[in-house]
């Protein structure tokens, strides 16, 4: 029985989590499936002698497409030789042997990825927004700094614990969203 590799990981850039898996495809590891996780996503591999180049394409149509005989995987895989490895999140994985020449980008119109690129960006404000909410509402760093006046006190050190990771989580969301959104302009230029 051949030795499988596990890895969790959440990718939110489609060409970061290309280039992670070319890497792993080059470092002797090819990509078998991809299991959705809550908070990251499993990625099993398998040891593998030949090199493999990997590409992703987003369709969020085919969000349960989990068979090969689907007329877009055949059509990629005939046109470009390729091999379909598996389909998750909206995301179709592809992977040619190294050996068999080219395999280009293969994503199907900037539409697709401009919808990709917006999902993200939704779900980003909408985590700003909440968590500049409870901020707002709660008032973990006055209520810290309040209880703190009074003595230090495990209360006192809670809360303003809480108020610094929400914070860092309000600037972490925010670059976040405005990142995807920036990508959404430079796609529309295209």
């Known amino acids: 029985m051949s030795e499988k590799h596990e890895y969790r990981k959440r990718f939110y850039d489609l060409e970061k989590e290309e280039s992670w898996l070319n890497q792993m495809c ?5 990509l078998k499936k991809i299991e959705w996780g809550v908070l990251a996503d499993k990625y099993v591999f398998e040891p593998c002698a030949k090199k493999y180049v990997c590409r992703i394409d987003y369709n969020p149509e085919m969000e349960v497409l989990d068979e090969i005989t689907s007329p877009y995987t055949m059509f990629v895989t005939g046109t470009y030789e390729a091999e379909f490895v598996c389909c998750a999140n909206g995301k179709i994985y592809f992977r040619k042997a190294a050996e068999k020449g080219d395999f280009p980008p293969i994503y199907t119109s900037p539409d697709s990825r401009i919808s990709a690129e917006k999902k993200w960006f939704l779900k980003y404000l909408i985590l700003t927004l909440t968590c500049i909410f409870t901020e707002i509402y709660f008032g973990y760093g ?8 009074k003595g230090i006190t495990i209360a006192g050190i809670c809360f303003l614990l809480a108020a610094i990771f929400n914070m860092y989580l309000i600037v972490h969301c925010a670059v976040r969203a405005f990142n995807h959104y920036k990508k959404i302009k430079e796609l529309k230029k295209l």
């Open 142 to 149: 006055y209520y810290g700094v309040m209880m703190l006046r």
């Open 26 to 30: 080059a470092g002797g590891l090819v």
